[in-house]
């Protein structure tokens, strides 16, 4: 049984080395009552995903016994409502009896946050009683011999009164008698300070793309000659500011909550399916590139998404509802790479394009026939809309439906999909999957230059690649 059990932790482990290169964390909120059981979650998240840790806001013990074995890594939270009792070393003791020490090691805790955005709430027994809280929590956890399991507690960015630029980042004045405290007891204990750094919140139009991890000018800080080319980066480094300022800048920083909602209400730009592709997509490559910030460089900093589901019970805007990476049913809202499948794939694409050989000429040709990609029917302007964001993200030439450009015109979002869609399919090997698009697109033996919607200048523009494509494939033999 004993060697069994040992096995099932080193298949686990191995799993996740095999995704640690590009691994992420993600939020596990549970305000749905659509959502699937824990022991399914658990087992979609090791199968199927690269994510190799969660963070859940309580301590469900559904929860934490589907992860047992898993080797994922739990953060799990001491709900808001407890921490005046956990001030007690009595109450302390009980809380690790009840929450920790029937899960733990099998299910791998590895950190216990106390409350959440608490100095944001404003609510003055809460904010006196947090750091004793943590203290107190922390001695029960040792007595428990629990000593791998760090404590700390998320803030939001409410807590800086200063953040742009990032070098001059500095915590309000109110609340440094807290902080510097937190940070020396973080630094006793060797945890990290964890915020929430929402772009999404930060979000104009005139700063989109810097939020969106899209090209831009960037903002410039002065004082450190650094460009800051998205403002997650901003946003961290302005935390590290605050925290070196305070004497405290070799405490790490961990990324608790960041996403963006990919649905909102009437006059909401910010919340769309397009934007949520390019922050969340954009971030993944970005935290497993380790390139760090450039005040933290060189480091992979620990970060994990909200949310893991769209949850039909939040309060509030339609938004908050519509965080989620995934569906109920498991089906992805939107595919940024975070599965398994999509990287399996990905990397098949890449080994079928190898220059050279037998096995590129023949992937090349691998489409067969005349085939064309369109999108489906009934798909909606904002999943192609999306796909055109993620074609033109991976190095396809999007100058031609840009203004000017000969495939402007038609100038709607399906005409453009059309062209951008079947573009990829042609250019990246011509196997059904360059047409799958999360199940909007579909090949068609319709050729798109005969079709009466087009301008002819796009109908032009078509014959032109056909053109192209016939004379580098006799080339090619």
Same mark, same amino acid.
């Given at each position: 049984?004993?060697?069994?059990?040992?096995?099932?932790?080193?298949?686990?482990?191995?799993?996740?080395?095999?995704?640690?290169?590009?691994?992420?964390?993600?939020?596990?909120?549970?305000?749905?009552?659509?959502?699937?059981?824990?022991?399914?979650?658990?087992?979609?998240?090791?199968?199927?995903?690269?994510?190799?840790?969660?963070?859940?806001?309580?301590?469900?013990?559904?929860?934490?016994?589907?992860?047992?074995?898993?080797?994922?890594?739990?953060?799990?939270?001491?709900?808001?409502?407890?921490?005046?009792?956990?001030?007690?070393?009595?109450?302390?003791?009980?809380?690790?009896?009840?929450?920790?020490?029937?899960?733990?090691?099998?299910?791998?805790?590895?950190?216990?946050?106390?409350?959440?955005?608490?100095?944001?709430?404003?609510?003055?027994?809460?904010?006196?009683?947090?750091?004793?809280?943590?203290?107190?929590?922390?001695?029960?956890?040792?007595?428990?011999?629990?000593?791998?399991?760090?404590?700390?507690?998320?803030?939001?960015?409410?807590?800086?009164?200063?953040?742009?630029?990032?070098?001059?980042?500095?915590?309000?004045?109110?609340?440094?008698?807290?902080?510097?405290?937190?940070?020396?007891?973080?630094?006793?204990?060797?945890?990290?300070?964890?915020?929430?750094?929402?772009?999404?919140?930060?979000?104009?139009?005139?700063?989109?793309?810097?939020?969106?991890?899209?090209?831009?000018?960037?903002?410039?800080?002065?004082?450190?000659?650094?460009?800051?080319?998205?403002?997650?980066?901003?946003?961290?480094?302005?935390?590290?500011?605050?925290?070196?300022?305070?004497?405290?800048?070799?405490?790490?920083?961990?990324?608790?909550?960041?996403?963006?909602?990919?649905? $909102? /209400? &009437?006059?909401?730009?910010?919340?769309?399916?397009?934007?949520?592709? @390019? *922050?969340?997509? !954009?971030?993944?490559?970005? +935290?497993?590139?380790?390139?760090?910030?450039?005040?933290?460089?060189?480091?992979?900093?620990?970060?994990?998404?909200?949310?893991?589901?769209?949850?039909?019970?939040?309060?509030?805007?339609?938004?908050?509802?519509?965080?989620?990476?995934?569906?109920?049913?498991?089906?992805?809202?939107?595919?940024?790479?975070?599965?398994?499948?999509?990287?399996?794939?990905?990397?098949?694409?890449?080994?079928?394009?190898?220059?050279?050989?037998?096995?590129?000429?023949?992937?090349?040709?691998?489409?067969?026939?005349?085939?064309?990609?369109?999108?489906?029917?009934?798909?909606?302007?904002?999943?192609?809309?999306?796909?055109?964001?993620?074609?033109?993200?991976?190095?396809?030439?999007?100058?031609?439906?840009?203004? $000017? /450009? &000969?495939?402007?015109?038609?100038?709607?979002?399906?005409?453009?999909? @059309? *062209?951008?869609? !079947?573009?990829?399919?042609? +250019?990246?090997?011509?196997?059904?999957?360059?047409?799958?698009?999360?199940?909007?697109?579909?090949?068609?033996?319709?050729?798109?230059?005969?079709?009466?919607?087009?301008?002819?200048?796009?109908?032009?523009?078509?014959?032109?690649?056909?053109?192209?494509?016939?004379?580098?494939?006799?080339?090619?033999?």
């Amino acid at each position: 049984m004993a060697t069994h059990h040992h096995l099932l932790l080193l298949t686990a482990a191995l799993l996740h080395l095999l995704a640690t290169a590009t691994a992420i964390g993600v939020n596990y909120g549970t305000l749905g009552d659509n959502l699937p059981p824990p022991a399914q979650v658990a087992n979609f998240i090791r199968t199927q995903t690269i994510i190799d840790r969660v963070k859940i806001f309580d301590t469900n013990p559904d929860i934490l016994r589907a992860f047992a074995n898993t080797g994922i890594a739990v953060t799990v939270t001491a709900v808001n409502g407890d921490i005046p009792a956990l001030t007690q070393l009595a109450f302390a003791r009980q809380w690790v009896a009840i929450n920790i020490a029937p899960f733990y090691p099998q299910t791998r805790i590895i950190r216990v946050l106390v409350g959440n955005e608490i100095i944001h709430s404003g609510d003055k027994r809460l904010i006196v009683n947090l750091l004793p809280a943590m203290k107190t929590l922390h001695n029960a956890l040792v007595l428990a011999g629990f000593r791998g399991i760090q404590v700390s507690t998320p803030h939001s960015l409410g807590i800086l009164e200063l953040s742009e630029p990032p070098s001059i980042g500095r915590f309000r004045r109110g609340y440094t008698r807290i902080l510097v405290p937190m940070l020396r007891f973080l630094r006793d204990t060797k945890s990290p300070f964890l915020v929430n750094p929402y772009p999404y919140f930060g979000y104009s139009p005139r700063k989109a793309n810097y939020a969106l991890f899209k090209p831009n000018r960037g903002i410039y800080d002065k004082f450190t000659r650094i460009t800051y080319t998205n403002m997650f980066d901003g946003m961290l480094d302005a935390v590290h500011s605050a925290m070196k300022a305070a004497g405290y800048g070799d405490v790490p920083i961990v990324a608790a909550e960041t996403g963006w909602p990919s649905l $909102g /209400g &009437p006059g909401e730009p910010a919340p769309t399916l397009a934007n949520a592709f @390019s *922050y969340n997509g !954009n971030l993944l490559r970005h +935290t497993a590139s380790r390139r760090g910030t450039p005040l933290m460089p060189n480091r992979r900093i620990e970060t994990y998404i909200f949310a893991l589901f769209n949850e039909n019970q939040k309060p509030g805007p339609i938004a908050e509802r519509n965080f989620g990476l995934f569906r109920p049913d498991f089906s992805p809202v939107y595919n940024i790479g975070i599965l398994r499948s999509e990287r399996q794939q990905r990397g098949a694409r890449g080994r079928s394009r190898r220059p050279g050989g037998r096995r590129g000429r023949k992937a090349r040709r691998g489409g067969g026939g005349k085939r064309w990609c369109v999108p489906k029917q009934g798909v909606s302007d904002q999943a192609l809309q999306a796909n055109i964001d993620y074609v033109c993200s991976v190095g396809v030439d999007c100058r031609p439906i840009q203004a $000017g /450009g &000969p495939c402007f015109e038609p100038n709607n979002v399906r005409a453009h999909a @059309s *062209y951008i869609m !079947n573009s990829f399919y042609q +250019t990246k090997g011509r196997q059904p999957y360059d047409c799958d698009f999360s199940g909007s697109g579909v090949l068609t033996t319709v050729d798109p230059s005969e079709c009466p919607c087009y301008s002819p200048s796009f109908i032009n523009y078509i014959k032109n690649i056909k053109r192209n494509t016939a004379e580098n494939r006799r080339s090619e033999e």
